[in-house]
């Protein structure tokens, strides 16, 4: 018997109740057993290992197929990691799908619990998707006979060790297994997954098992990245670079998702990986076939970093995602405002924003232009874009202090951004105001208080003094320099003339075009929809810029899968044909399958393009007042035929110089002829 790497023991026959009966609801069943763990010394209180518990099971039900239930939680009043079990009669309902459980753990782990304990709660986990194992714990004789099966599973003896018959080996590696012999001949080489739960200890490992099952039975490879509490092993960057699909099994967001940028992508809560982890692996096979499947966001050249970024991420690229976290959040606010601005232009004129809240909140008819209904309508379409419009930097605020210090955060943020537009400090205002409300949060969630209060932080503490505190910042000492520095980038705007106005159209055509959605890319849209103003005239040409460039690459990528299509794969032809109306419709991403599977080659080509574009819509003063919509805006478009001239050159370049590398510069990823169509080739 091997000696216990954990003291005291995970779990003890004190810890174990059988054939009990615990009450009819699992509020009941996690309170007794929260009481057991208490009474042998586990934690010095039941109740707030009780309400950590239960709040955990408010975020989502820990019932699972098979009868057997897994509430867990971290707690302070929590001494050592403990496993508390019951086996229920009568059964009691955990939300599981199949009905009500009679195996239930308790999982409780100290706050500060090591990674060691975490790898121990995660062995439990991982065997309870083992028929085999919860028929053993269904017909235990004794609580010793319990204590035995689960420190079987969480603290294996070295009998494994031992030179195991060779015949074994392949049974005991599921993942890594050849397809079965009667897989479709075509079927992909593997998959790739990613699970991970809000609090990392259980369900985040039993789906990574489930999935690997299920890829098992479907005779492919299922590599499974788990982003847990005992930490994560990063898949290697090869194995993601050849992977077919990705499956996304996550209730949090997916650290380092820009590695697995471009990759047919099938999404879900963790739960839906463990109760129907078939389903998931034929979907991800399905999409792996279909060029219009749903693809990670992003684009090779932004997921070229090494396998550390699923890792410890360093402070520059945490920084980087909590902007982009606030921007993503913003993004709604500018297009339904800005397109709602535009369509009331249409109806009403540009001079109804001088008149439109009249109009609109005082029933104002005096008011009322030229044009009687339809300059109603424009009047109210125009009211409701700008009230959608004003929560930009509001929003851009919230979320950022969002992804620092999560729901406390939002409050202080919200109100920072508020206060950066009423001292006119706009958009820089709001970046800063979000990072200072979201770490002054994160501080203040840190603070040791009684134990009688903890339940008021997130509610009331944290935002209370989070808000005062930046807001007194904002208006004490950073709301007027940081108005200044705003003042004088938009004087600074407005005094570009001549070869200046024309650099900045090149600068932003390269960003557009860089990294299609992602970082780079979202700092000029975010750029140009924060100073968006009809009364600006700078604003609107930036605004302009930035949205033809980015309408160039899945147009360009449209025409050259359309004159040359013997240079790209079936599915990239397929792609194009897609990719003229995202174009048409300003939704770059459109051109991610190309740059994903070629960035050496396509995305220069693009950017090369972008900048042809951005360059000419700004030497020709084309102004755009609506911040998205690509060519159904074309009310919002002056000179609109410089528009389209614009846009035709940036295309037109962009796709002669991808049929240029293609053709004549060597790349890993080019397509074999034995790839194309037959009768393709042949023509």
Not at 132 to 158: Q, Y
């Amino acid at each position: 018997m091997s000696t216990p790497t954990h003291d005291p023991a995970i779990i003890a026959e004190e810890l174990i109740l059988l054939d009990a009966d615990l009450g009819e609801s699992k509020d009941a069943v996690i309170e007794r057993l929260s009481e057991t763990l208490a009474a042998a010394g586990r934690a010095t209180d039941a109740a707030p290992l009780r309400d950590a518990a239960l709040a955990r099971e408010a975020q989502s039900a820990t019932g699972l197929p098979g009868g057997i239930a897994i509430p867990h939680c971290r707690a302070d009043a929590v001494t050592s990691a403990s496993l508390g079990f019951a086996r229920l009669n009568p059964k009691v309902d955990f939300g599981a799908p199949d009905g009500p459980a009679d195996l239930v753990f308790l999982i409780a782990a100290p706050t500060g619990a090591g990674s060691a304990h975490m790898k121990l709660l995660s062995s439990l986990a991982r065997a309870l998707v083992k028929p085999e194992f919860v028929a053993s714990l269904r017909n235990a004789a004794t609580a010793a006979d319990v204590v035995a099966l689960v420190d079987g599973v969480i603290n294996p003896a070295p009998k494994a060790a031992p030179a195991a018959a060779p015949a074994a080996a392949p049974a005991a590696a599921p993942a890594t297994a050849e397809p079965a012999a009667d897989a479709p001949a075509d079927a992909p080489k593997h998959i790739v997954a990613v699970t991970a739960c809000p609090t990392g200890i259980a369900h985040t490992y039993m789906a990574a098992d489930s999935l690997v099952a299920a890829g098992e039975r479907a005779g492919v490879k299922v590599h499974v990245e788990t982003q847990g509490s005992s930490g994560s092993t990063p898949l290697d960057p090869s194995v993601i670079a050849s992977a077919e699909a990705v499956i996304f099994a996550t209730d949090v967001g997916v650290k380092g998702k820009e590695r697995f940028a471009g990759k047919p992508v099938v999404s879900s809560g963790v739960k839906r990986a463990i109760n129907e982890p078939d389903v998931m692996v034929t979907e991800a096979l399905r999409a792996s076939y279909d060029p219009n499947a749903a693809r990670v966001s992003g684009t090779a050249a932004s997921s070229s970093g090494s396998s550390a970024a699923a890792g410890e991420l360093g402070w520059g690229t945490r920084i980087r995602q909590i902007l982009l976290t606030g921007v993503s959040y913003m993004i709604p606010f500018v297009a339904a405002g800005g397109l709602l601005i535009a369509l009331g232009f249409l109806l009403g004129g540009y001079e109804i924003s001088g008149v439109a809240e009249d109009i609109v909140v005082n029933n104002s008819i005096t008011s009322l232009p030229d044009g009687g209904l339809t300059a109603y309508l424009g009047a109210v379409l125009f009211q409701i874009g700008a009230l959608s419009f004003s929560f930009l930097v509001p929003a851009l605020a919230g979320y950022i202090s969002y992804a620092i210090a999560d729901r406390p955060g939002l409050a202080p943020g919200f109100t920072a951004g508020a206060v950066a537009v009423l001292v006119g400090a706009g958009f820089i205002g709001g970046l800063v105001g979000g990072l200072i409300a979201g770490f002054v949060a994160l501080w203040i969630s840190k603070w040791r208080i009684p134990a009688v209060l903890r339940g008021l932080m997130p509610v009331v503490i944290i935002p209370l003094f989070a808000t005062l505190i930046v807001g007194g910042i904002m208006f004490l000492v950073l709301g007027k320099p940081l108005a200044a520095i705003t003042s004088g980038l938009t004087n600074w705007l407005n005094g570009l003339s001549g070869s200046s106005v024309v650099i900045l159209g090149v600068i932003l055509g390269l960003m557009m075009c860089f990294d299609l959605g992602g970082p780079v890319n979202k700092a000029a849209y975010a750029f140009a929809t924060a100073g968006l103003s009809v009364t600006d005239t700078a604003s609107l040409r930036i605004m302009a810029a930035v949205m033809a460039a980015g309408m160039v690459p899945p147009l360009a990528m449209a025409l050259a899968s359309a004159i040359r299509p013997r240079l790209f794969t079936e599915a990239e032809r397929e792609n194009g044909k897609a990719a003229w109306f995202l174009g048409a419709a300003f939704i770059s991403e459109g051109a991610i399958p190309f740059a994903a599977a070629d960035p050496l080659r396509v995305i220069p080509s693009m950017m090369a393009g972008g900048a042809v574009t951005g360059a000419l819509i700004m030497a020709t003063d084309v102004t755009l007042s609506a911040p998205h919509g690509g060519i159904f805006v074309f009310f919002a478009i002056g000179k609109i035929v410089w528009f389209l001239i614009a846009l035709a050159a940036g295309t037109v370049v962009s796709a002669l110089l991808v049929v240029f590398a293609k053709q004549f510069v060597k790349g890993k990823n080019a397509p074999t002829e034995e790839a194309l169509d037959p009768d393709v080739v042949a023509a």
